[in-house]
C-alpha cells in the first residue's frame, strides 16, 4: 500500500528495555522526521533525516537512536527506555510541495 | 522552544460560526503551514502559504500570513461538526526543511 507505515501501533515495555520503532513510506522522499507527542500537546522533533546515511539531532534527540539505510525505512530505537519516553511517536516524510505526511503513530508505554 | 505558538489553546463553537486560530513563530521561514489532527491519528496537512504570499485560500480555509509580526491566522468558514480536532501551525525556517510545530489549537464545534 502506498503511504507511510510505523509499527507497532501500541508498545508496552518495560524501563531499560531496548525498543525499535519502525517506520516505512513507498514514496521515496527525501527527508523523514521522528516527533515524539506527549498527551495535549504539540510535536516535539527528535531526529531527522535528509536522505540514506544523512541523520541530525531535533530538539530531543537524548535517549534515541536513528539510522537510514535505505531511503523508505527510518526507524527510531530507545537504547535504554525510561519513563519519560512514554508518549505518542509519530514518522513523516516531506513531500515534493513541502508538505508532510504523517504515520499513524505508535504508542508507547514505558512502564 | 517551539518554533510556532498557537493561540487560543482551545476554542469552543457552535456549527455555522466560522473559527479563527492564530499562530506566532520566533525566526525568519520559507514557508508555513497548518496541519488538522482527530483524536488518536496522525497529522494530516490542510495547507501551505509561503513567506512571499499574504492570504490563501482552500475551500472553506483561509490562511494569512504576516511576516513583519511573524504571525499567522486560519480561519474556517461555516464550521461543521466534523472540523473538530486539534488543529497545528508548523514552520520550516531559512536553514532546511526541518519542520518545526506549535503546541496547537483544539477546537470544538458543537452540532
Not at chain 1, 508498545?11 to 522522499?29: A, N, P
Not at chain 1, 495535549?40 to 541523520?55: E, F, K, M, P, Q
Not at chain 2, 472540523?83 to 470544538?108: H, I, N
Amino acid at each position: 500500500d502506498a503511504g507511510i507505515t510505523q509499527s507497532p501501533r501500541y508498545k508496552i515495555t518495560e524501563t531499560g528495555r531496548q525498543v525499535t520503532l519502525m517506520c516505512h513510506q513507498t514514496w521515496s522522499h527525501s527527508y523523514m522526521f521522528w516527533y515524539r507527542q506527549d498527551l495535549g500537546h504539540g510535536l516535539r522533533l527528535i531526529y531527522y533525516s535528509a536522505a540514506a546515511d544523512i541523520t541530525d539531532k531535533g530538539e530531543v534527540p537524548d535517549g534515541y537512536v536513528v539510522s537510514r539505510s535505505k531511503t523508505e525505512n527510518f526507524p527510531l530505537t530507545l537504547e535504554s527506555a525510561t519513563r519519560s519516553q512514554t508518549s505518542v511517536y509519530f514518522c513523516a516524510s516531506l513531500g515534493g510541495q513541502a508538505e508532510a505526511f504523517f504515520g499513524q503513530g505508535t504508542r508507547l508505554t514505558v512502564v | 522552544s517551539q518554533q510556532g505558538e498557537e493561540d487560543p489553546q482551545a476554542l469552543s463553537i457552535q456549527e455555522g460560526e466560522n473559527a479563527t486560530m492564530n499562530c506566532s513563530y520566533k525566526t525568519s521561514i520559507n514557508n508555513l503551514q497548518w496541519y488538522r489532527q482527530n483524536s488518536g491519528r496522525g497529522l494530516v496537512h490542510l495547507i501551505l502559504i509561503r513567506s512571499n504570499e499574504r492570504e490563501k485560500h482552500s475551500g472553506r480555509l483561509r490562511v494569512t500570513l504576516d511576516t513583519s509580526k511573524k504571525s499567522s491566522s486560519l480561519l474556517i468558514t461555516a464550521s461543521r461538526a466534523a472540523d473538530t480536532a486539534s488543529y497545528f501551525c508548523a514552520t520550516d525556517g531559512t536553514s532546511g526543511s526541518r519542520l518545526t510545530f506549535g503546541e496547537g489549537t483544539q477546537l470544538t464545534v458543537n452540532p
